[in-house]
Structures are given as structure tokens and as C-alpha cells.
């Protein structure tokens, strides 16, 4: 009995490090696992698995609406995180479901199912292509091309919103099924901004209507018939300038000694001779008066203001002079 004791916890710990080590370590499943699908052109996205060590690689199958089976795509065992839908699951009627999971070695994490997908209602459809566009005077002529090609049973319509300046709220909308139309009835020398946006028809009342695109502004340009208009007003505008220039001209030629005349400030006597002018008491008045009468043949006025020791000497020099002429008259 004591020899089978230890025998038997030798098996017992065989048995242990057996079941230990067919035992698979845990892998987690792909996270955020979603099909995107932009103008019918659809993949499925996932979140990358992480691990301390080792390639994962990711494995995707796809079943449809009418088939309840899985079956692979061409996305088994790749390293990146992301698949296209082949052209073969395309049709955009169908109702697709995926799944997909993660491997490491002989390891693999439980699969991870999409929601049902249907391209036609589940797409996002893009903004049109603008070609060109051709300004006049009064439209746009657009051109675009649709996002993406036509397709039995479908139908775009072309949604177009404009308005007046760029920082206008009062909009107008035309709606085409043409890739080239036109905007009418625009103002001259106006701003006009557009925005275009798809609309998908199918069946009836079925309807998917796209992103608007980015807001395209252009002037329109003046007509032939305001341009001639325009042309005149400036012909006029110069040959009233120039009349007007000429009369001008003849009215200073005519009138230029007037005009000269009123131009001058009229002469006048400095304030503080006329105020010695007006005194009758003054004495240099009376000497000069009296000098006058004299010898009215060399007469001169000379003003003198009171005090002045200059004035008197001259006065004095002149009364001199006269008596030495005086005295060789009588010699």
C-alpha cells in the first residue's frame, strides 16, 4: 500500500500537466466591426486585436438574405483590417450579412456579425463632379458628372440650390435629371453661389438623397446691351467735362481784369496816420501848412509824429535851406 501512494500521485500530476497543456489560451474578438459603404463602393472596417506577441490575421465569410449559408470571401487569414465586398456581392438589392474573427497559430476568437446590409438604402451617395462652368449675363451653364455610374432600374435627379451673394439666407432650388443645365434669370454683375445634391430614385417611392457639395461662387458679366449703355454715359459724361472745362476758361478771359480787380484788397491809409490825420491840433500840420504858403513852389508835406527829436532836425534843416536861399535872392 505505501509503495502504490506514490505511483498514483504520479499519475494524478501526469494527468494535470496533460489537460494544462492541451488547454488554448483566450483571443479576443475584432471590436467596432462595420461595413462602409460610400457610392456603392462597400468594405468592412474593424479595430485591430492586440497581443503581447505573434501575427494575427482576420478571416471574414458573408451569407445573403436569400441563402442562409456562410461562405468565404477573399479575405481569409490577412493581416489587414479591412475588406472589400467583391464584385459578385455588388448588387445593390441584395441583403448581406459578414462576419469576421481573429487567428493567432491554431488560436482563434469568436466571429463577429454585421448588421444586415442593403447597398441601395445603406450607401452614402457623394456629392457630384462640376465640370465647368460658363458665366454670362444672366445664367450658369453648369456641367457635372454623376458619382458614380448608371445602373438598370435607377435614376439621378440633380437637387441645385443657389442664391444671390455670398452671404445671402434667401435661396432658390431647381431640380434636373441632366448633367448639363442651366441657372436662369440672374442678375448682371452679380455673385451667385450653388450647391449640388444627388437624389437616387429606383422604384416607387424609394428615394436616397445624397451630400451636398461645397458652395462654387462666379460673377455674371454685363450684357451688350448695358455695356453699349455704359459706353455712352461715359462718352456723354467726358464731352459734358470738357463743355464745361471750355466755359470756364472763356468766362476767365472774358472777365480775367474784373476778376483781377475784385482779387486785390482796396488800398488804405495805415490806422495810425489817419488818426493823425483827423487831429487839427497838431503841430506838425500847422508848420507844414505854413511852410506851404510861403513858398508854394517847393512845397512838401512832411509828417511828424509828436517827440520825434528825427523829424524836428529835418524840419529845422529844410527852414535853414530856405533862408540861405533867400538871402542870395537879395544879394
Known amino acids: 500500500m505505501l509503495c502504490r501512494a506514490p505511483l498514483?500521485?504520479?499519475?494524478?500530476?501526469?494527468?494535470?500537466?496533460?489537460?494544462?497543456?492541451?488547454?488554448?489560451?483566450?483571443?479576443?474578438a475584432p471590436k467596432d466591426v462595420v461595413i462602409y459603404s460610400y457610392n456603392f463602393h462597400s468594405l468592412l472596417r474593424w479595430s485591430p486585436v492586440e497581443v503581447d506577441r505573434g501575427l494575427v490575421l482576420y478571416t471574414v465569410n458573408y451569407k445573403t438574405g436569400a441563402f442562409n449559408k456562410w461562405d468565404e470571401m477573399n479575405c481569409t487569414r490577412i493581416t489587414?483590417?479591412?475588406?472589400?465586398?467583391?464584385?459578385?456581392?455588388?448588387?445593390?438589392?441584395?441583403?448581406?450579412?459578414?462576419?469576421?474573427?481573429?487567428?493567432?497559430?491554431?488560436?482563434?476568437?469568436?466571429?463577429?456579425?454585421?448588421?444586415?446590409?442593403?447597398?441601395e438604402r445603406n450607401t452614402i451617395i457623394g456629392p457630384p463632379k462640376v465640370n465647368s462652368v460658363t458665366v454670362s449675363s444672366d445664367s450658369l451653364l453648369i456641367s457635372v458628372t454623376p458619382p458614380f455610374g448608371s445602373e438598370a432600374g435607377y435614376s439621378l435627379q440633380y437637387h441645385v440650390s443657389y442664391w444671390e451673394n455670398a452671404t445671402s439666407s434667401a435661396k432658390k432650388e431647381?431640380?434636373?435629371?441632366?448633367?448639363?443645365?442651366?441657372?436662369?434669370?440672374l442678375k448682371e454683375l452679380t455673385l451667385y453661389c450653388f450647391r449640388i445634391q444627388v437624389e437616387l430614385l429606383a422604384y416607387p417611392e424609394f428615394q436616397l438623397l445624397g451630400l451636398q457639395s461645397v458652395p462654387e461662387c462666379y460673377r455674371t458679366t454685363v450684357s451688350e446691351a448695358s455695356r453699349v449703355g455704359y459706353i455712352v454715359l461715359i462718352f456723354l459724361s467726358v464731352l459734358l467735362s470738357v463743355n464745361l472745362v471750355a466755359v470756364g476758361l472763356s468766362f476767365l478771359w472774358r472777365y480775367h481784369k474784373k476778376l483781377k480787380y475784385w482779387s486785390q484788397p482796396p488800398l488804405q491809409i495805415p490806422p495810425h496816420f489817419e488818426e493823425y490825420l483827423k487831429d487839427p491840433n497838431m503841430p506838425g500840420l500847422e508848420v507844414l501848412h505854413s511852410d506851404a504858403e510861403d513858398d508854394p513852389d517847393n512845397s512838401s508835406i512832411v509828417f511828424c509824429g509828436e517827440g520825434s527829436q528825427a523829424c524836428g532836425s529835418g524840419l529845422a534843416g529844410q527852414a535853414h535851406s530856405r533862408s540861405i536861399s533867400s538871402d542870395s535872392d537879395i544879394t
Do not use: M, Y
Not at 431647381?174 to 434669370?185: C, D, G, P, Q, V
Open 80 to 119: 489587414h483590417t479591412e475588406c472589400s465586398l467583391p464584385w459578385s456581392l455588388k448588387e445593390r438589392r441584395w441583403t448581406l450579412v459578414l462576419r469576421v474573427r481573429a487567428e493567432l497559430g491554431q488560436v482563434t476568437s469568436e466571429w463577429v456579425e454585421t448588421d444586415p446590409f442593403v447597398a
Open 8 to 28: 498514483l500521485f504520479l499519475l494524478l500530476l501526469g494527468s494535470v500537466r496533460a489537460s494544462g497543456a492541451e488547454s488554448s489560451p483566450h483571443l479576443p
Open 174 to 185: 431647381t431640380k434636373t435629371s441632366n448633367t448639363l443645365f442651366k441657372i436662369r434669370n
